[in-house]
């Protein structure tokens, strides 16, 4: 039986590459909010990511159920309802059907200017991460693929466009890896 691999160096690269990526799918800044705003913010988001966790189907391993509870689908601005809802959708239609390294390969050159040297270090190694995908419950590959669609994207609607992106490539992890049956 092969020796598993520890995550850990996955787990710490993951935490580089959030640092590096636009705001996830469905989330707000808290910036402008209360602490008590912040606390019931993140019970319902915990509660949020729980319920998602749940829907995953039975038999389903740790990473497919942590793909349900870490990337539920994006919801628009409330204050640019109809422009953040298009870039999601944008976003979707974009990254439909394609793998992280796909969506790089596709769209690398209209995003490298805008790209910091650091991100373009980390998405050079989108290959290497999406090798680890069925084990990587960060999905680190495909964050980052979406960081490079979103780089081509004006700022306005940029990080609602990654959101849309980065669900899609979770619904594509989600069905490579839900159980046969």
């Known amino acids: 039986m092969p020796r598993a691999r520890s995550s850990a160096p996955i787990l710490a690269v993951a935490l580089g ?10 989330s707000s800044s808290p910036s402008a909010s ?16 729980r319920a998602a966790e749940a ?22 601005s409330p204050e640019a309802k109809r422009r953040s809802a298009a ?3 944008a976003g979707e239609r974009a990254c439909a059907g394609k793998t ?20 373009a270090k980390m998405i050079a190694r989108i ?19 979406a960081d490079v669609y979103a780089a081509t994207l004006p700022a306005a609607v940029g990080r609602y466009g990654y959101q849309g992106c980065v669900y ?5 992890l989600e069905r490579r890896l839900a159980p046969k049956g």
């Open 34 to 49: 209360t602490g008590n705003e912040v606390a019931a913010g993140e019970r319902a988001s915990a509660a949020a990511r």
């Open 127 to 145: 290959g290497g991460y999406e090798r680890h995908s069925a084990s990587d419950q960060s999905f680190v590959s495909g964050q980052l693929g």
């Open 87 to 89: 870039a999601i959708r």
């Open 55 to 76: 829907r995953a189907p039975k038999g389903a391993s740790a990473t497919l159920r942590a793909i349900y509870a870490q990337f539920p689908p994006p919801r628009p």
């Open 100 to 119: 992280p390294l796909q969506v790089k390969e596709a769209l690398y050159g209209a995003a490298k200017a805008k790209l910091t040297s650091e991100q």
């Open 17 to 26: 590459a959030l640092a590096l990526v636009p705001v996830g799918c469905g």
């Open 168 to 172: 899609e490539l979770a619904k594509g």
